[in-house]
């Protein structure tokens, strides 16, 4: 991986960059202890929201010199860049703990890696609030002793984009900034959290790439939720939901690390927080209940637990005050990370575990749902107030008021965690045969059914040609060579192993007879339109040309794997017309173009 470093600031760069920062701080009067904040002083300036009293939120370019002046402040924070946005903007990284940035410096320290991104959603900028007061507390040295066993790899401001398209105007529900915030999507208009599988956006490719280059153990992504306006929960967090994750990383998380920091929380400070989700139904149906959409790893926290690190979700509550979401925010990021530096070696023990076990032969989901814990739970609620937004006509926020003399409970049936409605075996290889004889004609009869998309019914630049012979989407080619490309093309964004086959061989193995082939009606995340299938598996022999591509499930990433490439998946490379340049041919294809086996070809 190629490192562009960050400068350092010093000398009179130094006392420029802090006195722009730190402004002139708002007399901010006494505030309750839940809400209290960081100190900051005239070495450690105060943030954009601690100088505008909580209106307004940082901006990439200050979140940049932020982050210099902390690494100017503290040796041991050094600077990188692992990628760029859309629109051409470095991604930052402060690594802590480490000699140095490189994946190389830190995975030569044998330690706990966490990697945490804060803005993946720029109109939720909490995380990335809280990880510069965080990054603050590390360059005064109040956090020496994480690193004696832990390595943070940080990025505040994932979806730089998003982020500098303030308008006052944006989640115009949520308790402020009032001077604006960014928007949720990036400057293509996409989702970052629904681009866990595709891998169409900049910023994704980018974090997979940190992720298989710097393997961290741990992994979270900072939100803010809106969800009912009676919540009474500060902070809520989830884990994957996919039920294919390895059960010890999950019982880590969810029998130990969550229930001891909510616990620590509701001591120190009386914070309620619990699983992300909200109330629904009425009568005997009336529960809380998480989303099962979150066992998809297009999310992102979701994407992490099937790539075997154990993956956070945070969610904090968009009406608590901006200063109180900051603050919960950072208070998860404390107990969490002392959590980490408490327990490094089992969690390495149980990440290293989950990433030699096979799950070659194992029934795995392809489609979930929730089900109810055993135990009712206490559910906390606590009212909110219409508040007037004096920046916005006709559309007051919604705000919690501070402390808990309102608060009430209901003890409540719990749904959050997923279990398989249908399941597939995993096998030991899958196969993509090259089909370098098909008729040139065929690419004809294409259909495009993403709206638009060249070629592979993908998005435009997708993919890569030069691969064995493979074209890139509209680059000419068979179906089958274009949609080679673009599963190739995937593969290599995400870190999977496979190999090109440069000879024919025997396959012996088992092909999916297609029963059913749909397409939804309606576009999703630009111009994809998800693909079902149905069908059956079946015996099959046949001889592999040259140019296939075998992907092999003894590999760390096979559930990763798995979910891309079964045909019933409903998160896969099918779902998101991937491999729509066969699958959409007309006449529709008998089989599906990817083979599975027990028994690598030979």
Known sequence: ???????????????????????????????????????????????????????????????????????????????????????????????????????????????????????????????????????????????????????????????ADGNERVNVT????????????????????????????????????SMARLLTEYQPHVAMDLHTTDGASNNGFTMTYETSLNPNNSKAEMSLLRDELLPEITKAVKRKYDADWFYYGGVSGTGADRAWRSDAELAK???????????????????????????????????????????????????????????????????????????????LQEIVFV?????????????????????NATRTTEMLPFFGTAEPTETSTAPRVYVIPNASQEAAASTANAANPAGGAPGAGGPPGAGRGGRGGFGGPGAGGTPTQRMIASVID????????????????AFTGERFRIASNTLAEQTYQGAHRA??????????????????????MEQPLARLAFILFDPRSDDGFMWWNILDPVLGLTPAPQFYPVLRAMTPPG
């Open 531 to 552: 693909r079902t299938l149905t069908g059956a598996w079946e015996a099959n022999q046949q001889t592999l040309p040259a140019g296939s591509v075998l992907i092999s």
């Open 383 to 403: 009212p909110t107030i219409s508040v007037r937004n004096p920046y916005v006509a006709d559309r007051p926020y919604r705000l919690r008021p501070e402390g």
């Open 170 to 205: 944006n989640r115009g529900t949520q308790a402020g900034p009032v001077g604006g915030m960014g928007t949720r999507e990036n400057a293509n208009g996409l989702d970052l959290n629904r681009d866990g599988t595709k891998m169409e956006t900049a910023e994704a490719r």
């Open 1 to 159: 991986m190629m490192v562009s470093r960050l400068p350092r600031v010093a000398g009179f760069a130094w006392a420029l960059s802090a006195a722009l920062l730190a402004g002139t701080a708002h007399d901010l009067g006494a505030q309750p202890a839940r809400a209290a904040a960081p100190a900051a002083s005239a070495k450690f300036p105060l943030t954009r929201p601690e100088r505008t009293d909580y209106a307004e939120t940082s901006r990439y370019d200050e979140v940049i010199a932020y982050m210099k002046l902390m690494a100017a402040a503290n040796p041991q924070i050094h600077l990188s860049t692992y990628g760029y946005t859309t629109e051409g903007r470095p991604l930052p990284l402060a690594v802590i703990g480490a000699p140095g940035a490189t994946a190389a410096q830190v995975l030569a320290t044998g330690k706990t890696r966490v990697y945490i991104q804060g803005n993946i959603h720029a109109g939720e900028v909490e995380g990335k609030e809280a990880l510069l007061w965080l990054l603050r507390s590390i360059a005064k040295g109040e956090r020496a002793a994480w690193f004696r066993n832990t390595v943070l790899l940080i990025n505040p401001i994932y979806n």
């Open 297 to 375: 790893p297009r999310y992102t926290s979701t994407y992490y637990g099937v790539r075997n690190i154990l993956g956070l979700l945070t969610e904090t509550y968009a009406y608590a005050s901006f200063k109180t979401r900051i603050v919960e925010t950072y208070r998860f990021l404390e107990e969490s990370l002392d959590f980490v530096a408490k327990h490094g070696p089992r969690i390495r023990s149980v990440v290293d575990a989950a990433n030699t076990e096979s799950i070659v032969g194992k029934a795995l989901a392809v489609r979930q749902q929730l089900v109810k814990a055993p135990a």
């Open 490 to 505: 995937r593969l290599e964004a995400h870190g999977i192993r496979y190999t090109v086959t440069d000879r024919d061989m």
